[in-house]
Protein backbone atom coordinates (compact mmCIF):
# COMPACT_ATOMS: atom_id res chain seq x y z
CA UNK A 1 0.00 0.00 0.00
CA UNK A 2 1.33 3.54 -0.80
CA UNK A 3 0.99 6.16 1.85
CA UNK A 4 0.07 9.50 -0.19
CA UNK A 5 1.23 12.93 1.59
CA UNK A 6 -1.21 15.14 3.54
CA UNK A 7 -3.72 12.45 2.82
CA UNK A 8 -5.64 11.20 5.62
CA UNK A 9 -5.39 7.51 6.91
CA UNK A 10 -8.34 5.30 6.47
CA UNK A 11 -9.40 3.42 9.13
CA UNK A 12 -10.66 0.18 7.18
CA UNK A 13 -11.26 -0.24 3.14
CA UNK A 14 -9.20 -0.85 0.48
CA UNK A 15 -10.92 1.09 -1.77
CA UNK A 16 -10.58 4.10 0.14
CA UNK A 17 -6.76 3.12 0.55
CA UNK A 18 -6.66 3.85 -3.00
CA UNK A 19 -7.21 7.16 -3.53
CA UNK A 20 -4.67 9.17 -5.59
CA UNK A 21 -3.39 12.42 -4.92
CA UNK A 22 -5.39 14.61 -7.09
CA UNK A 23 -8.97 13.57 -5.31
CA UNK A 24 -7.38 14.00 -2.29
CA UNK A 25 -6.58 17.55 -3.01
CA UNK A 26 -9.91 17.93 -4.70
CA UNK A 27 -11.71 17.03 -1.14
CA UNK A 28 -12.98 20.21 0.99
CA UNK A 29 -11.36 20.77 4.00
CA UNK A 30 -13.31 21.94 7.18
CA UNK A 31 -12.71 25.67 7.79
CA UNK A 32 -10.94 27.11 10.59
CA UNK A 33 -12.46 28.04 13.64
CA UNK A 34 -13.47 32.12 13.46
CA UNK A 35 -11.48 33.95 15.90
CA UNK A 36 -13.12 36.43 18.39
CA UNK A 37 -13.44 39.85 17.02
CA UNK A 38 -11.44 42.19 19.23
CA UNK A 39 -13.55 43.24 22.04
CA UNK A 40 -14.18 47.55 21.78
CA UNK A 41 -15.65 49.65 24.13
CA UNK A 42 -19.27 49.84 24.71
CA UNK A 43 -21.02 53.24 23.87
CA UNK A 44 -22.82 55.10 27.01
CA UNK A 45 -25.99 54.74 25.50
CA UNK A 46 -27.67 55.24 28.89
CA UNK A 47 -25.59 58.48 29.62
CA UNK A 48 -26.51 59.59 26.31
CA UNK A 49 -30.54 59.06 27.44
CA UNK A 50 -30.00 61.04 30.35
CA UNK A 51 -28.39 64.16 28.73
CA UNK A 52 -30.93 64.01 26.21
CA UNK A 53 -33.89 64.00 28.72
CA UNK A 54 -32.49 67.06 30.21
CA UNK A 55 -31.91 68.85 27.17
CA UNK A 56 -35.08 67.94 26.14
CA UNK A 57 -37.07 69.05 29.78
CA UNK A 58 -34.76 72.37 29.84
CA UNK A 59 -35.69 73.56 25.96
CA UNK A 60 -39.52 73.80 27.39
CA UNK A 61 -38.46 75.50 30.57
CA UNK A 62 -35.85 77.61 29.83
CA UNK A 63 -36.57 78.01 25.87
CA UNK A 64 -40.22 77.99 25.07
CA UNK A 65 -41.27 79.11 28.78
CA UNK A 66 -38.65 81.36 28.82
CA UNK A 67 -39.78 83.31 26.04
CA UNK A 68 -36.65 82.22 23.63
CA UNK A 69 -34.09 84.59 25.35
CA UNK A 70 -31.36 83.93 27.75
CA UNK A 71 -32.60 80.40 28.49
CA UNK A 72 -32.72 79.55 25.00
CA UNK A 73 -29.09 80.35 24.42
CA UNK A 74 -27.62 78.18 27.71
CA UNK A 75 -30.49 75.09 26.54
CA UNK A 76 -28.86 75.38 22.78
CA UNK A 77 -25.56 75.65 24.27
CA UNK A 78 -25.55 72.72 26.04
CA UNK A 79 -27.05 70.75 23.49
CA UNK A 80 -23.85 71.76 20.97
CA UNK A 81 -22.11 70.62 23.95
CA UNK A 82 -23.74 67.17 24.14
CA UNK A 83 -23.42 66.37 20.44
CA UNK A 84 -19.52 67.26 20.08
CA UNK A 85 -18.52 65.69 22.96
CA UNK A 86 -20.47 62.21 22.02
CA UNK A 87 -18.83 62.30 18.08
CA UNK A 88 -15.78 62.70 19.75
CA UNK A 89 -16.53 59.78 22.23
CA UNK A 90 -17.52 57.49 19.51
CA UNK A 91 -14.04 58.26 17.17
CA UNK A 92 -12.66 57.05 20.50
CA UNK A 93 -14.58 53.56 20.43
CA UNK A 94 -14.40 53.05 16.85
CA UNK A 95 -10.22 54.07 16.82
CA UNK A 96 -10.40 56.98 14.96
CA UNK A 97 -8.85 60.41 14.93
CA UNK A 98 -11.56 62.90 15.63
CA UNK A 99 -11.51 65.34 12.07
CA UNK A 100 -14.01 67.81 10.66
CA UNK A 101 -14.08 69.80 7.75
CA UNK A 102 -14.48 74.02 7.24
CA UNK A 103 -18.58 73.50 6.93
CA UNK A 104 -19.00 71.38 9.93
CA UNK A 105 -17.15 73.96 11.94
CA UNK A 106 -18.74 77.38 10.16
CA UNK A 107 -22.18 75.75 10.90
CA UNK A 108 -21.54 74.85 14.43
CA UNK A 109 -19.64 78.09 15.11
CA UNK A 110 -22.37 80.03 13.31
CA UNK A 111 -25.48 78.26 15.42
CA UNK A 112 -23.80 79.03 18.71
CA UNK A 113 -23.06 83.00 17.56
CA UNK A 114 -26.85 83.04 16.58
CA UNK A 115 -27.95 81.63 20.34
CA UNK A 116 -26.32 84.29 22.07
CA UNK A 117 -28.15 86.67 20.33
CA UNK A 118 -31.13 85.92 21.37
CA UNK A 119 -30.22 86.82 25.38
CA UNK A 120 -28.94 90.35 23.29
CA UNK A 121 -31.87 91.29 21.08
CA UNK A 122 -35.80 91.37 21.34
CA UNK A 123 -37.54 90.77 17.79
CA UNK A 124 -39.49 88.10 17.68
CA UNK A 125 -39.79 87.30 14.37
CA UNK A 126 -36.04 87.69 13.67
CA UNK A 127 -35.97 84.68 16.76
CA UNK A 128 -38.74 82.75 14.53
CA UNK A 129 -36.02 82.74 11.64
CA UNK A 130 -33.08 82.46 13.50
CA UNK A 131 -34.66 79.47 15.37
CA UNK A 132 -35.20 77.60 12.47
CA UNK A 133 -31.45 78.41 11.17
CA UNK A 134 -30.19 76.98 13.98
CA UNK A 135 -31.78 73.76 13.23
CA UNK A 136 -30.70 73.70 10.11
CA UNK A 137 -27.40 74.45 11.09
CA UNK A 138 -27.24 72.16 13.43
CA UNK A 139 -28.36 69.40 11.28
CA UNK A 140 -25.05 70.81 8.61
CA UNK A 141 -22.85 70.26 12.12
CA UNK A 142 -24.05 67.01 12.85
CA UNK A 143 -23.57 65.31 9.40
CA UNK A 144 -20.24 66.73 9.41
CA UNK A 145 -19.42 65.74 12.70
CA UNK A 146 -20.86 61.93 12.43
CA UNK A 147 -19.70 61.63 9.03
CA UNK A 148 -23.33 60.55 8.11
CA UNK A 149 -23.81 62.21 4.86
CA UNK A 150 -24.31 60.27 2.21
CA UNK A 151 -24.85 63.15 -1.02
CA UNK A 152 -22.32 65.49 -1.71
CA UNK A 153 -22.31 68.51 0.20
CA UNK A 154 -21.05 70.66 -2.30
CA UNK A 155 -24.36 69.96 -4.65
CA UNK A 156 -28.00 70.44 -3.87
CA UNK A 157 -28.07 67.26 -2.70
CA UNK A 158 -26.68 68.08 0.50
CA UNK A 159 -31.01 68.98 1.34
CA UNK A 160 -32.01 65.36 1.14
CA UNK A 161 -29.31 64.84 4.22
CA UNK A 162 -31.00 67.75 5.97
CA UNK A 163 -34.39 66.21 5.41
CA UNK A 164 -33.00 62.54 6.48
CA UNK A 165 -31.07 64.02 9.65
CA UNK A 166 -34.40 66.54 10.61
CA UNK A 167 -36.95 63.96 9.71
CA UNK A 168 -36.51 60.47 8.53
CA UNK A 169 -34.10 59.29 11.31
CA UNK A 170 -35.41 60.52 14.55
CA UNK A 171 -38.71 58.69 13.61
CA UNK A 172 -37.13 55.82 11.59
CA UNK A 173 -35.19 54.57 14.33
CA UNK A 174 -36.73 55.28 17.43
CA UNK A 175 -37.79 51.74 17.64
CA UNK A 176 -34.43 50.18 17.50
CA UNK A 177 -32.57 52.85 19.63
CA UNK A 178 -35.52 52.15 22.33
CA UNK A 179 -35.00 48.49 22.73
CA UNK A 180 -31.25 49.22 22.83
CA UNK A 181 -31.77 51.65 25.61
CA UNK A 182 -33.87 49.25 27.28
CA UNK A 183 -32.82 45.82 26.82
CA UNK A 184 -29.60 45.71 25.89
CA UNK A 185 -27.34 43.01 24.20
CA UNK A 186 -30.17 40.40 23.97
CA UNK A 187 -31.94 41.41 27.37
CA UNK A 188 -29.39 40.71 29.51
CA UNK A 189 -28.57 44.04 31.19
CA UNK A 190 -31.74 45.76 32.00
CA UNK A 191 -30.09 48.00 34.13
CA UNK A 192 -32.68 51.14 32.70
CA UNK A 193 -35.44 49.41 32.97
CA UNK A 194 -34.99 48.13 36.55
CA UNK A 195 -34.43 51.59 37.45
CA UNK A 196 -37.65 52.88 36.25
CA UNK A 197 -39.49 50.08 37.96
CA UNK A 198 -38.00 51.14 41.01
CA UNK A 199 -39.24 55.26 40.48
CA UNK A 200 -42.79 54.02 39.30
CA UNK A 201 -42.81 51.38 42.68
CA UNK A 202 -42.17 54.07 45.06
CA UNK A 203 -44.66 56.73 43.86
CA UNK A 204 -47.44 55.30 46.30
CA UNK A 205 -45.27 55.32 48.87
CA UNK A 206 -43.98 58.81 48.51
CA UNK A 207 -47.63 59.82 48.25
CA UNK A 208 -48.43 58.52 51.38
CA UNK A 209 -44.83 59.75 53.07
CA UNK A 210 -45.34 63.02 51.97
CA UNK A 211 -48.18 64.65 53.50
CA UNK A 212 -47.21 63.11 56.92
CA UNK A 213 -43.78 65.05 56.84
CA UNK A 214 -45.82 67.68 55.71
CA UNK A 215 -47.96 67.94 59.01
CA UNK A 216 -44.73 67.33 61.09
CA UNK A 217 -42.27 70.13 60.10
CA UNK A 218 -43.89 73.60 59.02
CA UNK A 219 -40.59 74.58 57.24
CA UNK A 220 -41.07 71.50 54.81
CA UNK A 221 -44.48 72.28 54.62
CA UNK A 222 -43.60 75.45 53.00
CA UNK A 223 -41.79 73.98 50.63
CA UNK A 224 -43.97 71.92 49.14
CA UNK A 225 -46.84 74.05 49.12
CA UNK A 226 -44.17 76.21 47.12
CA UNK A 227 -43.49 73.39 44.61
CA UNK A 228 -47.24 72.59 44.51
CA UNK A 229 -48.21 76.05 42.98
CA UNK A 230 -45.61 75.28 40.32
CA UNK A 231 -46.15 71.36 39.73
CA UNK A 232 -48.50 71.98 37.11
CA UNK A 233 -46.65 73.77 34.98
CA UNK A 234 -43.52 71.83 35.89
CA UNK A 235 -45.37 68.41 34.75
CA UNK A 236 -46.21 69.76 31.52
CA UNK A 237 -42.78 70.70 31.08
CA UNK A 238 -41.75 66.88 31.82
CA UNK A 239 -44.57 65.46 29.53
CA UNK A 240 -43.62 67.66 26.35
CA UNK A 241 -39.84 66.93 27.06
CA UNK A 242 -40.84 63.42 27.17
CA UNK A 243 -42.42 63.68 24.00
CA UNK A 244 -39.81 65.80 22.66
CA UNK A 245 -36.82 62.87 23.81
CA UNK A 246 -37.79 59.86 22.08
CA UNK A 247 -37.19 61.45 18.31
CA UNK A 248 -34.11 63.40 19.82
CA UNK A 249 -32.64 60.41 21.31
CA UNK A 250 -33.62 58.19 18.32
CA UNK A 251 -31.24 60.30 15.95
CA UNK A 252 -28.58 60.95 18.24
CA UNK A 253 -28.47 56.92 18.75
CA UNK A 254 -28.63 56.82 15.04
CA UNK A 255 -25.93 58.63 14.26
CA UNK A 256 -24.17 57.61 17.32
CA UNK A 257 -24.05 53.90 15.98
CA UNK A 258 -25.26 54.04 12.73
CA UNK A 259 -28.52 53.52 10.71
CA UNK A 260 -30.18 49.94 11.02
CA UNK A 261 -29.17 47.95 7.76
CA UNK A 262 -32.22 47.99 5.14
CA UNK A 263 -34.18 44.51 5.01
CA UNK A 264 -34.84 43.53 1.64
CA UNK A 265 -37.13 40.93 0.32
CA UNK A 266 -35.01 39.24 -2.24
CA UNK A 267 -33.65 36.37 -1.10
CA UNK A 268 -29.54 35.74 -1.66
CA UNK A 269 -29.08 34.18 -5.23
CA UNK A 270 -28.04 30.48 -4.96
CA UNK A 271 -24.70 28.96 -5.76
CA UNK A 272 -24.37 26.60 -7.78
CA UNK A 273 -22.61 23.52 -5.92
CA UNK A 274 -19.34 21.90 -7.11
CA UNK A 275 -19.51 19.35 -9.86
CA UNK A 276 -19.52 16.25 -8.08
CA UNK A 277 -16.25 13.64 -8.72
CA UNK A 278 -16.72 11.68 -11.31
CA UNK A 279 -14.38 7.90 -11.56
CA UNK A 280 -11.04 9.55 -12.29
CA UNK A 281 -11.47 12.23 -9.63
CA UNK A 282 -12.77 9.92 -6.75
CA UNK A 283 -9.96 6.89 -7.39
CA UNK A 284 -11.92 4.67 -8.56
CA UNK A 285 -10.83 4.01 -11.62
CA UNK A 286 -9.34 0.57 -10.74
CA UNK A 287 -13.17 -0.47 -10.56
CA UNK A 288 -15.04 -2.73 -13.00
CA UNK A 289 -15.88 -0.87 -16.26
CA UNK A 290 -19.73 -1.25 -15.41
CA UNK A 291 -19.28 0.16 -11.65
CA UNK A 292 -17.45 2.98 -12.73
CA UNK A 293 -20.02 3.58 -15.90
CA UNK A 294 -22.68 3.69 -13.30
CA UNK A 295 -20.41 6.42 -10.45
CA UNK A 296 -20.61 8.57 -14.06
CA UNK A 297 -23.80 8.56 -15.31
CA UNK A 298 -25.08 8.95 -11.15
CA UNK A 299 -22.89 12.24 -10.99
CA UNK A 300 -24.23 13.52 -13.97
CA UNK A 301 -27.63 12.77 -13.05
CA UNK A 302 -26.91 14.82 -10.05
CA UNK A 303 -25.64 17.95 -11.62
CA UNK A 304 -28.28 17.78 -14.39
CA UNK A 305 -30.49 18.41 -11.57
CA UNK A 306 -28.89 21.57 -9.78
CA UNK A 307 -30.51 24.43 -11.51
CA UNK A 308 -28.01 26.69 -12.80
CA UNK A 309 -26.22 29.74 -10.46
CA UNK A 310 -27.71 33.27 -11.37
CA UNK A 311 -25.44 35.50 -12.16
CA UNK A 312 -25.32 38.59 -9.68
CA UNK A 313 -24.79 41.55 -12.21
CA UNK A 314 -26.93 40.91 -14.87
CA UNK A 315 -25.85 42.67 -18.10
CA UNK A 316 -27.63 46.29 -19.01
CA UNK A 317 -29.50 46.37 -21.84
CA UNK A 318 -27.85 48.00 -25.09
CA UNK A 319 -30.55 51.37 -24.78
CA UNK A 320 -29.45 51.24 -20.78
CA UNK A 321 -25.21 51.30 -21.44
CA UNK A 322 -26.02 53.79 -24.36
CA UNK A 323 -27.20 56.44 -22.82
CA UNK A 324 -24.53 58.87 -20.93
CA UNK A 325 -26.98 61.88 -20.26
CA UNK A 326 -29.17 64.07 -22.21
CA UNK A 327 -27.92 64.87 -25.61
CA UNK A 328 -26.24 68.61 -25.83
CA UNK A 329 -28.34 69.32 -28.54
CA UNK A 330 -31.76 68.33 -26.92
CA UNK A 331 -30.48 70.51 -23.87
CA UNK A 332 -28.75 73.71 -25.84
CA UNK A 333 -32.38 73.50 -27.36
CA UNK A 334 -34.39 73.44 -24.30
CA UNK A 335 -31.74 76.48 -22.76
CA UNK A 336 -32.19 78.30 -25.78
CA UNK A 337 -35.76 78.67 -25.69
CA UNK A 338 -35.79 79.95 -22.27
CA UNK A 339 -33.08 82.37 -23.13
CA UNK A 340 -35.22 83.51 -26.07
CA UNK A 341 -38.22 84.72 -23.92
CA UNK A 342 -36.03 86.10 -21.77
CA UNK A 343 -34.34 87.88 -24.04
CA UNK A 344 -37.73 89.44 -25.68
CA UNK A 345 -38.74 90.43 -21.94
CA UNK A 346 -35.37 92.33 -21.63
CA UNK A 347 -35.82 94.27 -24.59
CA UNK A 348 -39.31 95.28 -23.52
CA UNK A 349 -38.89 96.18 -20.49
CA UNK A 350 -35.17 98.61 -21.06
CA UNK A 351 -36.90 101.47 -19.96
CA UNK A 352 -38.70 99.98 -16.79
CA UNK A 353 -35.31 98.53 -15.97
CA UNK A 354 -33.35 102.36 -16.72
CA UNK A 355 -35.87 103.88 -14.45
CA UNK A 356 -35.38 101.39 -11.22
CA UNK A 357 -31.59 102.07 -11.20
CA UNK A 358 -31.64 105.94 -11.86
CA UNK A 359 -33.98 105.75 -9.16
CA UNK A 360 -36.94 107.71 -11.41
CA UNK A 361 -40.67 106.54 -10.88
CA UNK A 362 -42.62 105.68 -14.23
CA UNK A 363 -46.02 107.41 -14.77
CA UNK A 364 -49.08 105.82 -12.97
CA UNK A 365 -47.52 104.12 -10.39
CA UNK A 366 -46.90 104.92 -6.54
CA UNK A 367 -43.81 104.33 -4.64
CA UNK A 368 -45.10 101.32 -3.21
CA UNK A 369 -46.92 99.82 -6.07
CA UNK A 370 -43.20 100.39 -8.12
CA UNK A 371 -41.18 98.58 -5.65
CA UNK A 372 -44.09 96.01 -4.81
CA UNK A 373 -44.66 95.15 -8.38
CA UNK A 374 -42.98 91.56 -9.26
CA UNK A 375 -41.09 90.64 -6.15
CA UNK A 376 -43.22 87.37 -5.49
CA UNK A 377 -42.87 86.65 -9.87
CA UNK A 378 -39.02 87.11 -9.41
CA UNK A 379 -38.80 84.73 -6.35
CA UNK A 380 -40.64 82.27 -8.29
CA UNK A 381 -38.38 82.84 -11.50
CA UNK A 382 -34.83 82.74 -9.14
CA UNK A 383 -36.53 79.47 -7.84
CA UNK A 384 -37.11 78.03 -11.60
CA UNK A 385 -34.04 79.70 -13.05
CA UNK A 386 -31.55 77.95 -10.29
CA UNK A 387 -33.15 74.39 -10.21
CA UNK A 388 -32.93 74.17 -14.38
CA UNK A 389 -29.87 75.28 -14.24
CA UNK A 390 -28.31 72.52 -11.56
CA UNK A 391 -30.50 69.86 -13.29
CA UNK A 392 -29.35 70.42 -16.86
CA UNK A 393 -26.19 70.89 -16.07
CA UNK A 394 -25.67 68.19 -14.11
CA UNK A 395 -27.58 65.86 -16.37
CA UNK A 396 -26.32 67.07 -19.62
CA UNK A 397 -23.42 64.53 -21.54
CA UNK A 398 -20.08 65.78 -21.03
CA UNK A 399 -17.26 66.16 -23.25
CA UNK A 400 -14.24 63.99 -23.53
CA UNK A 401 -12.59 66.31 -20.95
CA UNK A 402 -15.74 65.50 -18.43
CA UNK A 403 -16.84 69.04 -18.75
CA UNK A 404 -20.26 70.69 -19.90
CA UNK A 405 -20.31 71.69 -23.38
CA UNK A 406 -19.40 75.22 -24.38
CA UNK A 407 -23.32 75.63 -25.35
CA UNK A 408 -25.08 74.43 -22.52
CA UNK A 409 -22.28 77.17 -20.64
CA UNK A 410 -23.30 79.43 -22.62
CA UNK A 411 -26.96 79.82 -22.01
CA UNK A 412 -26.76 78.40 -18.17
CA UNK A 413 -24.85 81.95 -18.02
CA UNK A 414 -26.91 83.69 -19.56
CA UNK A 415 -29.89 83.03 -17.32
CA UNK A 416 -27.91 83.28 -14.35
CA UNK A 417 -26.99 87.00 -15.56
CA UNK A 418 -30.46 87.43 -16.42
CA UNK A 419 -31.65 86.69 -12.88
CA UNK A 420 -29.10 88.88 -11.36
CA UNK A 421 -30.13 91.48 -13.17
CA UNK A 422 -33.78 91.15 -12.01
CA UNK A 423 -32.42 90.72 -8.60
CA UNK A 424 -30.76 93.88 -8.92
CA UNK A 425 -33.67 95.65 -9.99
CA UNK A 426 -35.60 94.45 -7.68
CA UNK A 427 -32.68 95.73 -4.83
CA UNK A 428 -33.11 99.29 -6.77
CA UNK A 429 -36.69 99.52 -6.42
CA UNK A 430 -36.34 98.28 -2.25
CA UNK A 431 -33.93 101.33 -1.53
CA UNK A 432 -35.97 103.49 -3.39
CA UNK A 433 -38.92 102.63 -1.27
CA UNK A 434 -36.87 103.09 1.77
CA UNK A 435 -35.66 106.53 1.08
CA UNK A 436 -39.24 107.59 0.57
CA UNK A 437 -41.03 105.78 3.27
CA UNK A 438 -37.96 104.88 5.48
CA UNK A 439 -36.89 101.57 7.09
CA UNK A 440 -38.90 98.95 8.50
CA UNK A 441 -38.61 95.12 9.58
CA UNK A 442 -39.49 93.40 6.73
CA UNK A 443 -38.10 95.96 4.31
CA UNK A 444 -34.46 94.75 5.87
CA UNK A 445 -35.61 91.36 5.65
CA UNK A 446 -36.59 91.50 1.97
CA UNK A 447 -33.36 93.31 1.09
CA UNK A 448 -31.31 90.51 2.90
CA UNK A 449 -33.01 88.09 0.89
CA UNK A 450 -32.68 89.35 -2.26
CA UNK A 451 -28.67 89.65 -1.23
CA UNK A 452 -28.90 86.45 -0.56
CA UNK A 453 -30.60 84.99 -4.17
CA UNK A 454 -27.92 86.94 -5.79
CA UNK A 455 -24.95 85.14 -3.81
CA UNK A 456 -26.36 81.63 -4.71
CA UNK A 457 -26.90 82.77 -8.86
CA UNK A 458 -23.20 83.91 -8.29
CA UNK A 459 -22.26 80.82 -6.79
CA UNK A 460 -23.41 78.49 -9.46
CA UNK A 461 -22.06 81.04 -12.34
CA UNK A 462 -18.79 80.32 -10.88
CA UNK A 463 -19.35 76.63 -10.87
CA UNK A 464 -20.07 76.22 -14.40
CA UNK A 465 -16.81 77.60 -15.25
CA UNK A 466 -15.28 76.07 -12.19
CA UNK A 467 -16.52 72.19 -11.87
CA UNK A 468 -14.66 71.83 -8.35
CA UNK A 469 -16.19 74.66 -7.01
CA UNK A 470 -18.22 73.54 -3.67
CA UNK A 471 -20.92 75.91 -4.50
CA UNK A 472 -23.39 74.53 -1.75
CA UNK A 473 -21.12 74.86 0.59
CA UNK A 474 -20.41 78.33 -0.07
CA UNK A 475 -23.88 79.65 -0.30
CA UNK A 476 -24.74 77.78 3.33
CA UNK A 477 -21.09 80.17 4.87
CA UNK A 478 -22.73 83.22 2.93
CA UNK A 479 -26.08 82.39 4.46
CA UNK A 480 -24.78 82.33 7.54
CA UNK A 481 -22.67 85.78 7.09
CA UNK A 482 -25.92 87.08 5.84
CA UNK A 483 -27.85 86.22 9.00
CA UNK A 484 -25.15 86.86 11.58
CA UNK A 485 -24.90 90.16 9.93
CA UNK A 486 -29.01 90.96 10.31
CA UNK A 487 -28.79 89.69 13.73
CA UNK A 488 -26.10 91.64 15.18
CA UNK A 489 -27.61 94.90 13.14
CA UNK A 490 -30.34 95.06 15.82
CA UNK A 491 -32.70 95.09 13.00
CA UNK A 492 -35.25 97.44 15.32
CA UNK A 493 -32.59 100.23 16.48
CA UNK A 494 -31.58 100.27 13.24
CA UNK A 495 -34.91 101.10 11.74
CA UNK A 496 -35.32 103.25 14.71
CA UNK A 497 -32.05 105.20 14.38
CA UNK A 498 -32.77 105.73 10.45
CA UNK A 499 -36.21 106.85 11.09
CA UNK A 500 -35.78 109.61 13.35
CA UNK A 501 -32.54 110.69 12.31
CA UNK A 502 -33.93 111.02 8.65
CA UNK A 503 -36.60 112.85 10.29
CA UNK A 504 -34.52 115.27 11.66
CA UNK A 505 -32.41 115.55 8.14
CA UNK A 506 -35.52 116.65 6.49
CA UNK A 507 -35.16 113.33 4.39
CA UNK A 508 -38.75 112.35 5.72
CA UNK A 509 -42.10 114.33 5.84
CA UNK A 510 -42.95 112.96 9.49
CA UNK A 511 -41.78 109.73 12.07
CA UNK A 512 -44.96 107.15 11.40
CA UNK A 513 -45.15 105.90 15.32
CA UNK A 514 -47.82 104.08 14.32
CA UNK A 515 -45.36 101.45 12.76
CA UNK A 516 -43.18 101.38 15.37
CA UNK A 517 -45.44 99.22 16.72
CA UNK A 518 -44.57 95.86 15.19
CA UNK A 519 -41.04 96.58 16.89
CA UNK A 520 -39.86 95.45 20.29
CA UNK A 521 -38.61 96.52 23.48
CA UNK A 522 -35.79 98.40 21.61
CA UNK A 523 -38.15 100.97 20.54
CA UNK A 524 -39.36 102.47 24.39
CA UNK A 525 -35.96 104.53 25.14
CA UNK A 526 -36.55 105.87 21.34
CA UNK A 527 -40.00 107.18 22.15
CA UNK A 528 -39.11 108.31 25.51
CA UNK A 529 -36.44 110.82 24.00
CA UNK A 530 -39.43 111.85 21.41
CA UNK A 531 -41.64 113.34 24.21
CA UNK A 532 -39.02 115.14 25.68
CA UNK A 533 -38.07 117.12 22.62
CA UNK A 534 -40.18 119.96 22.33
CA UNK A 535 -39.02 121.30 19.25
CA UNK A 536 -40.81 118.42 17.27
CA UNK A 537 -44.41 118.76 16.45
CA UNK A 538 -46.79 117.78 19.08
CA UNK A 539 -48.88 115.58 17.68
CA UNK A 540 -45.85 113.42 17.16
CA UNK A 541 -44.98 114.00 20.86
CA UNK A 542 -48.46 112.76 21.59
CA UNK A 543 -48.40 110.17 19.64
CA UNK A 544 -45.24 109.15 21.25
CA UNK A 545 -46.91 108.92 24.69
CA UNK A 546 -49.83 107.13 23.47
CA UNK A 547 -47.40 104.38 22.28
CA UNK A 548 -45.98 104.42 25.40
CA UNK A 549 -49.36 104.11 27.27
CA UNK A 550 -49.91 101.36 24.53
CA UNK A 551 -47.08 99.62 25.73
CA UNK A 552 -47.92 99.68 29.51
CA UNK A 553 -51.42 98.08 28.69
CA UNK A 554 -49.67 95.14 27.37
CA UNK A 555 -47.36 94.56 29.58
CA UNK A 556 -49.10 95.92 33.09
CA UNK A 557 -49.03 92.66 34.42
CA UNK A 558 -45.75 91.59 34.34
CA UNK A 559 -44.44 94.63 35.01
CA UNK A 560 -46.40 94.97 38.30
CA UNK A 561 -47.86 92.14 39.78
CA UNK A 562 -50.58 93.74 41.37
CA UNK A 563 -54.31 92.40 43.09
CA UNK A 564 -55.96 94.35 39.92
CA UNK A 565 -54.17 96.02 36.74
CA UNK A 566 -53.16 99.43 36.79
CA UNK A 567 -53.85 102.35 34.32
CA UNK A 568 -51.29 103.82 33.07
CA UNK A 569 -52.92 107.12 34.78
CA UNK A 570 -52.76 105.38 38.08
CA UNK A 571 -49.54 104.51 37.45
CA UNK A 572 -48.62 108.38 36.66
CA UNK A 573 -50.21 109.43 39.89
CA UNK A 574 -47.41 107.12 42.07
CA UNK A 575 -44.92 108.65 43.99
CA UNK A 576 -42.62 106.01 43.32
CA UNK A 577 -42.34 102.97 40.78
CA UNK A 578 -40.47 99.80 40.92
CA UNK A 579 -41.11 97.67 37.92
CA UNK A 580 -40.64 93.83 37.94
CA UNK A 581 -36.80 92.76 35.99
CA UNK A 582 -37.53 89.23 34.16
CA UNK A 583 -36.15 86.12 35.73
CA UNK A 584 -32.83 84.69 34.52
CA UNK A 585 -34.16 82.54 31.75
CA UNK A 586 -36.23 85.49 30.34
CA UNK A 587 -33.86 87.92 30.72
CA UNK A 588 -32.80 89.58 27.61
CA UNK A 589 -30.79 93.12 27.31
CA UNK A 590 -32.91 95.11 24.91
CA UNK A 591 -36.01 94.43 27.77
CA UNK A 592 -33.84 95.46 30.09
CA UNK A 593 -32.66 98.39 28.91
CA UNK A 594 -36.56 99.37 27.74
CA UNK A 595 -37.52 98.68 31.31
CA UNK A 596 -34.98 100.93 33.32
CA UNK A 597 -35.62 103.30 31.02
CA UNK A 598 -39.62 103.42 31.67
CA UNK A 599 -39.13 103.15 35.31
CA UNK A 600 -36.89 106.52 35.24
CA UNK A 601 -39.74 108.44 32.84
CA UNK A 602 -42.54 107.32 35.12
CA UNK A 603 -40.30 108.17 38.18
CA UNK A 604 -39.57 111.28 36.61
CA UNK A 605 -41.26 114.35 37.85
CA UNK A 606 -41.06 116.64 34.71
CA UNK A 607 -42.82 113.22 33.05
CA UNK A 608 -44.21 115.07 29.67
CA UNK A 609 -46.83 112.27 30.10
CA UNK A 610 -48.65 115.11 32.30
CA UNK A 611 -48.78 117.83 29.73
CA UNK A 612 -51.13 115.23 28.14
CA UNK A 613 -54.25 115.55 30.90
CA UNK A 614 -57.09 115.77 30.14
CA UNK A 615 -58.60 118.96 32.13
CA UNK A 616 -62.08 117.43 32.13
CA UNK A 617 -61.82 114.30 33.72
CA UNK A 618 -58.55 114.61 34.44
CA UNK A 619 -57.06 111.41 32.90
CA UNK A 620 -54.04 111.44 31.21
CA UNK A 621 -54.22 109.29 28.16
CA UNK A 622 -57.55 107.57 27.04
CA UNK A 623 -57.86 103.97 25.77
CA UNK A 624 -61.18 102.30 25.02
CA UNK A 625 -62.41 99.60 22.53
CA UNK A 626 -65.21 100.43 19.63
CA UNK A 627 -67.37 97.84 18.68
CA UNK A 628 -65.32 96.68 16.20
CA UNK A 629 -62.75 96.50 18.51
CA UNK A 630 -60.26 98.64 17.58
CA UNK A 631 -58.43 101.03 19.94
CA UNK A 632 -59.55 104.53 20.17
CA UNK A 633 -57.08 107.46 21.09
CA UNK A 634 -58.08 110.65 22.65
CA UNK A 635 -57.26 113.31 20.32
CA UNK A 636 -55.96 116.87 21.29
CA UNK A 637 -58.77 119.02 19.66
CA UNK A 638 -61.20 118.07 22.48
CA UNK A 639 -59.34 119.82 25.29
CA UNK A 640 -60.84 123.11 24.99
CA UNK A 641 -64.67 121.66 24.86
CA UNK A 642 -66.37 122.21 27.58
CA UNK A 643 -66.88 117.73 28.21
CA UNK A 644 -64.31 114.99 27.74
CA UNK A 645 -65.86 113.01 24.64
CA UNK A 646 -65.21 110.00 26.27
CA UNK A 647 -67.01 110.68 29.30
CA UNK A 648 -69.91 107.85 30.41
CA UNK A 649 -67.96 105.43 27.90
CA UNK A 650 -66.50 102.66 29.47
CA UNK A 651 -62.66 103.46 29.45
CA UNK A 652 -61.07 100.07 31.20
CA UNK A 653 -58.82 101.03 34.01
CA UNK A 654 -57.85 104.61 33.13
CA UNK A 655 -61.57 105.73 34.61
Known amino acids: MTDYPNSPQPDTGRAASALPTQAVSAMPTPPEPAMPAPATKAFPYTILAVCTL ?34 IRKTAVEGRVFRTDWLTAVAGLSAEVLAVSFSLFDDALLHVIVFFAQVFLMAVYCLGLYRAAKYDPATPAMLKDVVRIVLLLPLGNMGRSLKELFLPKGGKNRTLLSVLVGIGAAIPVLLIATPLLMKGDAAFEGLMKEIAKQLAEIAGQFILGILLFFPLFSLFHALSCGEAPKRTAIPPLPQAPAPLPTAELTGFANLSPSAAANTDQTAQAVSASVPPALSPAQPLSKRAQAFKGIPVAVSAAFLGSLSFLYAVYLFTQLAYFTNAFSGLLPADFTVAEYARRGFFELCAIAFINFLLVSVVAAATRKTEAGRVPKAVTALSTFLCAFTILLIA ?127 WRTHADRLLRLAEPLGFSSVLEMESVHLIRPTLRAWNYTERLAIDSLEDWLNDPNCPAHEFQCPSCKSYIHITHSEEEQMIYWNRDFVHKEKCPLQGVQIGSNH
Open 54 to 87: IVSVLFWRWSVWGGFRLGHMLVFTLLLVLVTAFA
Open 425 to 551: SAEAKMFLYMGSFGLTRMRLFVTAFILLLALAFLFLTIRLYATKFAYMKALVAAGCAVLLVVSYADIDRTVLRYNIGAYYEGRLETIDIDAFKELGDAKIPYLIDLTYDKTLDPQIREEAVYSLADY
